[in-house]
C-alpha cells in the first residue's frame, strides 16, 4: 500500500534571510523585515519548538501521556476537553483509533519489506525563556494547534510550569484524519517557530523566531545527557569523560584542539552573517534610518566568536575545574 506524505513547510523561506542577503545588493526592508531586524537587534525572546522523540507502539504513546499527565498537571485534546483523570491514557489512544493503525502497518510490513515500525505519533515541545507568562504561552499553543491541525491530525497538549522557562509538551497523532503521514522537516520547525511567535505577539508577549547563526549563536547549548547520566546529576557522564581525555591529549600533544568537521563551513556561515548585517546597516543608513543602522552594526560587533562543540566541552570542563578547586581550598581554610 502506497503511504501518503505530507510536507507542512509551505515552501516558504524566511522573511529575512540574512545570510542570503549578505551575497547580493540589498536594497530596501518590507514593514515585516523592518520589525524582524528590530527584535533581533533588541534581543527579544527566542521561541523554541522541537521535536522531542516519538512513539512507534501503544506502549510508548501511553507511557509519553502518563509522563506529561502525571500530577496535577491538566491535558487538553483538540476537541476542547481537559482531561486530569488516572488511566486516561487508553481512552485517548481508542479515541484516536491507535490500535488500528497499528494493525495497518503491521498489515503494510507483511506486504513489503521487513523496516523499522513508523512512529504513531511525534512529541513536540513548544517553549518560551523563563519570566514569560505561562497562561499565554498555553494560548499561542492552542491557537497554533488549531490553525495547523483541526480537522486534520489528533493531537493533546500539556502545560508545564514546574520548570523555570514555561513549556507545552504536545503529541501529535502522525497519520492524519486523511490518511496523510505528517513530515516534519528543518523547514516545517522553521515555520512553526515563526507561527508561534507571531501568536505570541498577538497576545503582546515579546516573541522573536530566528535562526542561531543570525543571532551569533553557535549552538543553544550541548545537551544535558552529555554531562551527566539522567538518574544521576552528581556524575559526570562516560561520555563527556572519554570527549575530555581526547581534548586534552590533544591540548598536551599539538597545543590545539584537532580540527572538527564541519568547523570551517561554521567559520563561513558566520562571515556571510556579518556582511549580511554590515550591508543591512548601510542599507537603513541610506534610507535614513540612522538609529538602527548604528544599533545593528553594535549588534554585529558584539556578536561573540563562534564556538564548535568540543571548543564548548572544554570550556565546560575547565569551568567545573576551576569550582571544584574553588570548593577544594574553601574546605582546607
Known sequence: MKKHLIDLSGGEIPIFDIVSYGRAT???FTRA?????VRTVNRSPEVMVKVSGGARTLAGVGKHLAYIGRDDFVLETDMGERIREEGFQKALMDDWDLDLETLWY????????????PKLVHNLIFSMPPGTPAT?????????AMNEWALKHRYAMVLHTNEAHPHVHVVLKA????GKRLNIRKATLRDWRQRFA??????????NATERAVRGQSKSSLPDAIYRPAHDPNRESTYLRKRATTIYTDLRQQGH???????ERMLATRRDVERGWHDTSLVLAARGDRELAERVQRFADQMPRPKSGNEMISQEILARETARKIESAARTR
Do not use: C, M, Y
Not at 107 to 116: D, L, W
Not at 138 to 144: C, E, G, I, K, P
Open 106 to 117: 503491521q498489515s503494510e510490513r507483511s506486504i513489503n519489506a521487513p523496516r523499522r515500525s
Open 175 to 178: 497519520r492524519s484524519e486523511q
Open 33 to 37: 523585515q523592518r520589525e524582524l531586524i
Open 136 to 144: 499565554k504561552v498555553l494560548q499561542a499553543v492552542r491557537q497554533f
Open 198 to 207: 507571531q501568536n505570541l505577539r498577538d497576545l503582546g508577549v515579546s516573541a
Open 26 to 28: 540589498p536594497r530596501s
Open 257 to 263: 584542539l584537532t580540527p572538527e568537521r564541519g568547523k
